[in-house]
């Protein structure tokens, strides 16, 4: 059942990802599109590509494979951060993040993401900002219980 939750969290955001991708791609100018926007789509579709390798791997019971590549997809979300032009956020589902802002003041806060992948290059030089993914941070946890109960019913590992 631990297992199902996670491979269902997995389908769920990349649906959701993939209804966004679609939704971004439908509001594209594409008569006017440019290098960065392919790139966006690009990183987006290889994002959400590779979780729903992880469904498939958990499917098929490759969970060794599936919770090591689920790991892996779970430390890409872990921090958002913006600093001076640089911007990069990932989330699979959703995010609840502890938000570290030191742009001018220190700010402390929560906010809440969807499902997306983000790296991009402003003009904003102003800005520190960290967020820190409490979802990710309670999956991993999640994950290596599952891992640990794998070991010790000695599933070939």
């Known amino acids: ?6 491979k269902y969290y997995q389908l769920t955001g990349v649906i959701l990802g993939l209804l966004l ?12 599109i440019k290098l960065f926007e392919i790139g966006i789509v690009s990183l987006m579709i290889i994002f959400f590509g590779l979780n729903f ?10 969970y060794v494979l599936g919770l090591k590549w689920f790991s ?6 872990l921090i958002s951060i913006t600093i001076d032009d640089f911007f990069y956020s990932a989330v699979n ?16 806060g929560f906010d809440f993401q969807v499902s997306h992948i983000m790296l991009t290059f402003t003009s904003n030089f102003e800005t520190f900002l960290v967020k820190l993914n409490l ?20 599933i070939k590992i």
């Open 72 to 77: 892996f997809l779970l430390i890409l979300q």
């Open 93 to 108: 589902l959703f995010g609840l993040n502890f938000v570290l802002d030191f742009t001018k003041d220190s700010i402390i």
């Open 53 to 62: 390798y992880v469904y498939l791997l958990l499917k098929k019971k490759k």
């Open 21 to 32: 991708l679609i939704y971004l791609m439908l509001n594209l100018n594409f008569s006017e």
């Open 1 to 6: 059942k631990k297992i199902s939750f996670l």
């Open 135 to 154: 979802v990710a941070i309670f999956m991993l946890f999640y994950i290596s219980k599952i891992y640990q109960e794998l070991k010790d019913i000695n």
